[in-house]
T-cell receptor, first 109, second 119 residues
Framework: GQNIDQPTEMTATEGAIVQINCTYQTSGFNGLFWYQQHAGEAPTFLSYNVLDGLEEKGRFSSFLSRSKGYSYLLLKELQMKDSASYLCAVSDSNYQLIWGAGTKLIIKP | GAVVSQHPSRVICKSGTSVKIECRSLDFQATTMFWYRQFPKQSLMLMATSNEGSKATYEQGVEKDKFLINHASLTLSTLTVTSAHPEDSSFYIC???????????????FGPGTRLTVL
């Protein structure tokens, strides 16, 4: 079957760094996405990885290892507004997104 | 600006009535649109894949006669919740993507969502 695993909840301190991991098993692979979702709002796109390695975009970076079925989202210089759920999603062989359950990130002052 | 619009953003209705939600692709022609449902504190659940000019493909456990999908044009898909009940209260979100072969990515663009409350 297809499966995406990510931690349910994480807590970090304002100004610190946090890494959210995602492991996946899917039928085919056409890229991995990270989305941010604030409560009551639709998800917003953060990053897309289709090749191995690190993609950096400002305070956010995303890493992919296809051989290990593993990705992480790295958030630096955490701000209170980063408190949200972070969703990992994999595009399978039919370009359909398989979603993880999301990681709720709590930022403390 | 917004790539996908959704209307209405919020609707409250009585049990037994039907509610129609519209999803429009504003920036490009959308052959395929997805409809998701999200209950509080849970992840997105794909309900169905809407294909322009053909019948929608429903996920297991989603009643096609209850959740009617119409994708009559390349920019508009509608979801009608028929005979709504309180358990249908949820956040409904649509999404679409550009042709991955031409764009190089199948990033999904989401509508802002519709909060449905059935009394």
């Amino acid at each position: 079957g297809q499966n995406i695993d990510q931690p349910t909840e994480m807590t970090a301190t304002e100004g610190a760094i946090v890494q959210i991991n995602c492991t996946y098993q899917t039928s085919g692979f056409n890229g991995l996405f990270w989305y941010q979702q604030h409560a009551g709002e639709a998800p917003t796109f953060l990053s897309y990885n289709v090749l191995d390695g690190l993609e950096e975009k400002g305070r956010f970076s995303s890493f992919l290892s296809r051989s290990k079925g593993y990705s992480y989202l790295l958030l630096k210089e955490l701000q209170m507004k980063d408190s949200a759920s972070y969703l990992c999603a994999v595009s399978d062989s039919n370009y359909q997104l398989i979603w993880g359950a999301g990681t709720k990130l709590i930022i403390k002052p | 600006g917004a790539v996908v619009s959704q209307h209405p953003s919020r609707v409250i209705c009585k049990s037994g009535t039907s509610v129609k939600i519209e999803c429009r692709s504003l920036d490009f022609q959308a052959t395929t649109m997805f409809w998701y449902r999200q209950f509080p504190k849970q992840s997105l659940m794909l309900m169905a894949t809407s294909n322009e000019g053909s019948k929608a493909t429903y996920e297991q456990g989603v009643e096609k006669d209850k959740f009617l999908i119409n994708h009559a044009s390349l920019t508009l898909s509608t979801l009608t919740v028929t005979s709504a009940h309180p358990e249908d209260s949820s956040f409904y979100i649509c999404s679409t993507y550009r042709d991955p072969f031409s764009s190089g990515s199948n990033e999904q663009f989401f509508g802002p969502g519709t909060r449905l409350t059935v009394l």
